[in-house]
């Protein structure tokens, strides 16, 4: 896993540095690229500037309309020699010595115009070009880079003023040692302007990649606890970003698993006390049996029978909630009348009612059709019907309604007292939740009947709930939807 630390880092900090980097690279070239054009533009347009007695001599002969420039070249070559100043200081020539200064070596004189160098075949880069733009003498597509400037009568370049231009191209190679120290000198400032940019962007990169890696070693630390069956272990949050959301959702993971462990040792524990009773009661009469202390009479064997079944009912109610709990609740939905088979249950439990001094009132209509699992359903009923015979005192009333509400059926079983306490209606239908005293183990139940009632009712895509009644017991609501099957 440290080996996966260190890749995942340097995954992160390679990736933005590298893009960083990059960035860096690409603007540094881009403005290379751009003061190199930039600075050669503008020395070209600093000496086109200095021609001013060159465009001043243009304008004196323009009334002939420079044929003689177009018909004789070397005319040109001698026209431009004669009014473009020598070379000076600010031509690329050596300063004159200051006044009472010893003389040094006589300066060697700059080359005549046609010699040779740069200054010499300037008049190899002049263009001469008509108002219209048409060109009289040069080359405008020598060079990449070229500037003009107008050539007016009177300084008046509107209109009739203007009578063309000259032009200058670039020189092809800079000759000019000042210029390219400027140029280096700018170069190094951006190339080590460049440098300090990378090494900020690798320290950003750094810090990045060591705040995006200290909640994943913490998630993965807690993966590992969780993994070795520890669920109470929780990871600090101080984060509000997706990281921050992650460990939130882990934290309410391992709370989820915490709770689920803690309900399976409760369920298996539970389940284990409740089947120990019956088979304990079942074990006693067998062995009384055995020892002769009983007598296989009809008293002990309904006895023993009544333990059987009860361990039966507990086995099935066991079955049915470890098929909804693992998501194979198998559920058969057709359209049944639901108020039909409330009255069949209500009819089956009303002799064991009565026999507890319990009048039974059924608010029911004569038909009302809901898409179910009739034998699910009717156990459903059945269980609550039930549960209110058991824990009901006597004389007392309980009443089954059904009416439509909200698109469902609504079946309602109210009881009179005792009732239940308001803090334990939540967990009613908890597997093996009995309220102590008046609703206890005493009474014969598992206390898996509501439970089974709420799996049943949610595999048909229902709710149940308890609360109490305006009777002043216990009152079940089940709501069913009436879509079709």
């Known amino acids: 896993m440290k080996q996966i630390r260190k890749s995942l880092f340097a995954k992160i900090f390679t990736a933005i540095a590298a893009t960083a980097v990059l960035v860096v690279i690409v603007m540094a070239l881009t403005v290379a690229v751009w003061m190199r054009d930039g600075f ?71 080359p005549p115009f046609g010699a040779g160098g740069e200054y010499g075949m300037l008049e190899k880069r002049l263009v001469l070009l008509e108002s219209g733009g048409m060109l009289i003498l040069g080359d405008i597509n020598r060079s990449a880079r070229y500037e003009r400037r ?17 032009g200058l191209n670039a020189p092809v190679a800079q000759g000019n040692e000042s210029d390219a120290f400027f140029l280096r000198g700018q170069y190094l400032s951006l190339a080590l302007s460049a ?45 509000t970003d997706e ?27 539970n389940t284990s006390h409740e089947l120990q009773t019956p088979l304990a009661v079942l074990r006693a009469q067998i062995e009384a049996l055995q020892d002769g ?51 069949e249950a209500a009819e089956m439990a009303r002799p064991k009612l009565t026999a507890k001094r319990i009048e039974l009132d059924l608010d029911l209509p004569s038909k009302l059709m809901v898409p179910c ?17 058991r824990y009901t005192d006597g004389p007392g009333r309980v009443r089954v309604s059904l009416h439509e509400d909200e698109g469902g059926a609504l079946l309602t079983v109210d009881d009179t007292p005792p009732a239940a306490p308001a803090s334990d209606l939540h967990r009613f239908f908890d597997r093996f939740f009995r309220v102590e005293g008046s609703r206890s183990r005493a009474y014969g139940g598992s206390g898996l009947g509501l439970s089974v009632c709420k799996a049943i009712v949610e595999a048909h895509g229902g709710t149940i709930s308890a609360g109490h009644s305006d009777m002043g017991g216990l009152q079940i609501a089940i709501h069913l939807p009436k879509g079709t099957a």
């Not at 990281?243 to 524990?269: C, D, F, M, P, V």
Request: charge should be neutral.
């Open 243 to 269: 990281l921050g959301q992650l460990i939130g959702h882990y934290n309410t993971l391992a709370a989820t698993l915490e709770q689920t462990a803690k309900t399976e040792r409760e369920w298996i524990s």
């Open 293 to 343: 202390i009983r007598q296989p009479d009809e008293k002990t064997l309904t006895e023993m029978h009544a333990a059987l079944m009860r361990l039966s009912r507990l086995v099935q109610d066991i079955k049915t909630l470890s098929y909804a709990r693992e998501a194979e609740q198998t559920t058969y939905l057709i359209q049944e009348n639901l108020s039909q088979m409330a009255r």
């Open 195 to 239: 440098l300090i940019a990378i090494a900020i962007s690798a320290i950003a990169a750094y810090i990045i990649a060591r705040q995006l890696l200290g909640p994943i070693r913490r998630l993965e630390t807690g993966a590992k606890t969780m993994a070795s069956g520890n669920y109470a272990a929780r990871i600090r949050q101080d984060r």
């Open 150 to 166: 107008p050539v007016c009568a009177q300084n008046d370049c509107t209109g009739t003023g203007l009578l063309g231009y000259i």
């Open 373 to 389: 699992d009739r034998g699910q359903i009717g156990q459903v009923i059945d269980n609550l019907l039930e549960n209110a015979a």
């Open 40 to 110: 050669a533009t503008y020395l070209l347009k600093g000496e086109l500037a200095r021609f001013d007695e060159l465009v001043d001599a243009l304008a004196d002969a323009h009334p002939s309309g420079w044929p003689e420039f177009a018909n004789d070249p070397q005319h040109w070559n001698d026209f431009v020699r004669a009014h473009v100043p020598r070379p000076g200081p600010e031509m690329g020539g050596r300063p004159a010595p200051p006044p009472g200064s010893t003389p040094g070596p006589r300066p060697t004189p700059p």
